[in-house]
């Protein structure tokens, strides 16, 4: 695997940020990484970039412990921060440049490097402006262009797309679509359909610790809603055993207690009980909605 975090653990003070989170990621995969403000995503991927230490456990990128080797995992990381560190006077390909030497990449490979690049990005047409003349959109096209210079094998990507125009979120999308095809990517973001559309697996990460991990096709089928018709009456009090219930005459919405599924229990039950079951359901939600199922409202800056 590209990335393995194991046991990781970040304590500042006596608030655990971290909590005993661990998770792989494997190259070629695009991994939506999502959680409330203050879940610990973003100090998640400041240990992976090697800017924090963790209190305990490790992030490793390709077999290299982050902490330990620090300078030999940054080589291997492309990160491109939520609010994009660029220098607003200089030039796209001069800020390229200037990027690829402060990593001392040779200047025959960077300027090549530099060419490629600004044609993968779609930077050509404004790679002789200023930066600061460029939308949002370019600017994150330059700051991905920075991120890419010496060709890591990991890129993390946080919030990417946060207040793009609806043409430039897909073109970046495609552009995030084209460079994953070699890579290992983790985007952070809170735009449901941004991870619908880049995202083969999710995790979902709730005070500190992950309250999901798999794809988005099989989170959204496993909904915790089951809707149910029995003829006649029934002991509505045996079935709130598996939940909250709605009822609407012989149909009943069951808010399940977590994501088990149900429904073969249900059935054991109304047999048992000599109900019949008109009707049964696993009612499928959409991310969004199982976001908020497995996340609480936290308004503390994300740590």
């Known amino acids: 695997m590209s990335i393995k975090v194991s046991q990781l653990t970040k304590i500042y003070g006596k608030q655990k940020a ?11 995969d695009i991994l939506g990484f999502l959680g409330p403000n203050g879940a610990g995503k973003s100090t998640t991927m400041k240990i992976a970039t090697g800017y924090i230490p963790p209190s305990s456990g490790s992030i490793e990128i390709e ?6 080797n620090a300078k030999d995992t940054k080589g291997k990381i492309g990160y491109l921060p939520e609010h994009n560190p660029l220098y607003l006077d200089m030039y796209v390909k001069e800020f390229l440049q200037f990027s690829g030497e402060v990593q001392n990449l040779k200047k025959t490979v960077l300027r090549s490097r530099i060419d490629e690049l600004i044609a993968l990005c779609g930077l050509t047409k404004e790679q002789h402006k200023r930066i600061g003349q460029l939308s ?28 793009l125009d609806p043409n430039q979120l897909v073109e970046i999308r495609n ?23 880049l995202c083969n697996r999710v995790v979902i990460i709730n005070n500190g610790v992950i309250v999901a991990d798999d794809s988005v096709d099989k989170l959204t089928q496993s909904s915790p809603i089951v809707e149910v018709e029995f003829e006649g009456s029934i002991d509505v009090t045996l079935i709130e055993e598996f939940g909250k219930v709605q009822e609407e005459g012989n149909r009943y919405t069951i808010q399940q207690k977590d ?30 909605q199982v976001f908020r199922n497995l996340t ?8």
Do not use: C
């Open 18 to 28: 971290v909590d005993n989170i661990s998770f792989e990621v494997n190259k070629g």
């Open 63 to 68: 077999g290299i412990d982050t902490t330990t």
């Open 136 to 163: 949002k959109g370019y600017r994150q096209r330059v700051g991905l262009a920075q991120a890419l210079l010496h060709d890591p094998s990991v890129l993390i990507l946080d919030e990417p797309t946060t207040g």
């Open 175 to 197: 552009l995030i679509k084209e460079i994953s095809v070699n890579k290992t990517v983790i985007l952070s973001t809170h735009i449901m359909q941004e991870v619908k559309a």
């Open 259 to 288: 994501y088990k599924d149900i429904r073969s229990e249900l059935f054991d039950l109304a047999k048992a009980k000599g109900w019949t079951i008109l009707s049964m359901q696993q009612k499928e939600e959409d991310l969004e």
């Open 296 to 303: 609480q409202k936290n308004d503390v800056g994300d740590l």
